[in-house]
C-alpha cells in the first residue's frame, strides 16, 4: 500500500514589517501506513505551521502534499474539507471540546457530519471512550471532568472517523507528568488498535521514544533523529 503521507519540497514563509521569513524551506516527509512519527523541534521551529498544512487547514504553501494519494493542491475549497473530513483526525495541546455537551455527544458530532446514523455513532463513541477508560463518564460535560479526561475525549473524537492519519500537536503540553503518561498510552494503544497512522508534534521525549520514528525540525528541513 503506499504511504498515506507524502510532502515533498514544502516551503512556506511570512512577511513581517516588510522582512521574509522562511519557516519551512523544502520540507519532505512520508508516512506509511499504520506508522507513527514524533516532530520534534523548539518554539518556534515551524512544528505546528507543518501540522497546519498537512491538515489542510490553511494555504500558500509551495510544494506537494498527497494524503491517500491524492494531491491537496489539485483541490478546490469542497475537495480540501471532504479530504480532512474523511481522512485526517486533529488533537490539539486544549481539548477544544464543546462545553455544552458531554463527552459522547462531542464524538458523536463529527460522525453525524460524515453523515453516519446517530445511533451507530453513538456507538462508536460509546467504544472508542470506553476503551480510554471513561465509560463511566459517558454523560458528563467538559467542565466536569478531569484535564487528562477531557484529552482523551479529544483523542476519541480524533478518531471518531477512523482517520487513515491523526495529526497531534502537543497533545500533552497542558498535562502534568503523571497525567500525561496515562495519556500517551491510551492514546498510543488507540491509534494502534484503529491502524491508522500519525505525526505527533510533541517536546515530551517520552513521548517521541515510543514512536516508530523521530524526525527534527531544523532550520525549516527536516532531519531524522
Do not use: C, W
Amino acid at each position: 500500500m503506499n504511504d498515506v503521507l507524502k510532502v515533498t519540497d514544502l516551503r512556506r514563509s511570512f512577511t513581517q514589517g516588510g522582512v521574509t521569513i522562511e519557516v519551512l524551506r523544502g520540507v519532505d516527509l512520508s508516512i506509511a501506513p499504520g506508522e507513527m512519527v514524533a516532530l520534534l523541534g523548539p518554539s518556534g521551529s515551524g512544528k505546528s505551521t507543518l501540522l497546519q498544512a498537512v491538515g489542510l487547514l490553511e494555504g500558500g504553501f509551495e510544494g506537494s502534499i498527497r494524503i491517500l494519494d491524492e494531491e491537496a493542491a489539485k483541490l478546490d475549497n469542497d475537495g480540501r474539507t471532504r479530504l480532512r473530513r474523511d481522512a485526517l483526525g486533529f488533537v490539539y495541546q486544549f481539548h477544544h471540546l464543546l462545553p455544552d455537551f458531554n463527552a459522547t455527544e462531542n464524538v458523536v458530532l463529527p460522525q453525524l457530519v460524515r453523515d453516519v446514523v446517530e445511533a451507530d455513532a453513538k456507538v462508536r463513541a460509546e467504544a472508542l471512550l470506553t476503551a480510554l477508560g471513561l465509560g463511566h463518564r459517558l454523560d458528563h460535560r467538559p467542565s466536569q471532568l478531569s484535564g487528562g479526561e477531557q484529552q482523551r475525549v479529544a483523542v476519541a473524537r480524533a478518531l471518531a472517523n477512523q482517520p487513515a492519519l491523526v495529526l497531534a500537536d502537543e497533545p500533552t503540553g497542558n498535562l502534568d507528568e503523571r497525567t500525561s503518561d496515562v495519556v500517551i498510552d491510551e492514546f498510543i494503544r488507540l491509534v494502534r488498535g484503529e491502524g491508522s497512522s500519525a505525526l505527533v508534534a510533541t517536546h515530551n521525549e517520552r513521548l517521541a521514544a515510543r514512536m516508530d520514528r523521530v524526525v527534527r525540525l531544523q532550520d525549516g528541513v527536516l532531519v531524522a533523529v
